[in-house]
């Protein structure tokens, strides 16, 4: 017991001898205060949290429906994707489409003369010739371009139907076909109104490029 004691009073004596020590400190070291916030930045959180809460707000009221815009876009541009890449012909064929539009289009030059000849017809008060000379060298200008399209025995009511034609083509082969049936199979002479209709409908067609 008489060990045990002297051991514990040696504790006792180095544990004050330490903290005798002026050079340790004991005493609990004093925080510095915190750095103020600028007031310019202050005012700036605060100037930007008046300006972003009305869109905040407005973004999470709209945020189901606009979810389901982003899920649609999001669909569209993985259906575009794999079409690109698996090289799937949708495009391709809407594109082949209009470029066989286009290689039923007259040249300008031809059409323009066309038109110029048929003019001159007309103004002499000829004007089923003027329409009928339009129907012949149209469907001859479509043949130099297109002779898969037409055939020696095509009318301009056939072609008003082909799907290979542009809109505008086949409008101008339905008036053609109309004033032409009428002068054959009703025996009218044509009027200038006639010829002013399959006239235009044909410049549509073959002079208004898109």
Same mark, same amino acid.
């Given at each position: ?103 039923? *289009?007259?040249? @300008?030059?031809?059409? !323009? =003369?066309?038109?110029?000849? %048929? +003019?001159?017809?007309?103004?002499? $008060? ?63 002479? *044509?009027?200038? @109104?006639?010829?002013? !209709? =399959?006239?235009?409908?044909? %410049? +549509?067609?073959?002079?208004?490029? $898109?």
């Amino acid at each position: 017991m008489t060990t045990g004691a002297a051991t514990s009073e040696g504790a006792v004596d180095a544990w004050r001898a330490v903290r005798s020590d002026s050079d340790i400190q004991f005493a609990p070291i004093a925080q510095p205060d915190p750095p103020q916030t600028p007031e310019w930045l202050r005012a700036l959180g605060e100037f930007l949290v008046d300006l972003l809460a009305p869109v905040a707000r407005l973004f999470v009221a709209a945020w189901p429906v606009l979810m389901w815009v982003l899920i649609a876009i999001g669909v569209a541009l993985l259906v575009l994707l794999i079409v690109r890449i698996f090289d799937i012909p949708v495009l391709k064929r809407r594109s082949k489409a209009s470029d066989q539009s286009e290689d039923t *289009l007259p040249d @300008r030059a031809e059409a !323009e =003369a066309l038109l110029s000849d %048929a +003019d001159a017809l007309a103004a002499q $008060g000829r004007y089923g010739e003027a329409v009928r000379l339009l129907l012949a060298r149209s469907i001859g200008q479509i043949a130099n371009r297109r002779p898969d399209l037409v055939h020696p025995s095509s009318t301009a009511r056939e072609l008003s139907r082909l799907d290979a034609l542009p809109d505008a083509g086949r409008r101008a082969f339905a008036a053609i076909a109309r004033s032409v049936e009428r002068a054959l199979f009703a025996l009218e002479d *044509l009027t200038e @109104r006639d010829w002013n !209709e =399959a006239r235009a409908a044909y %410049a +549509d067609f073959a002079l208004e490029r $898109g």
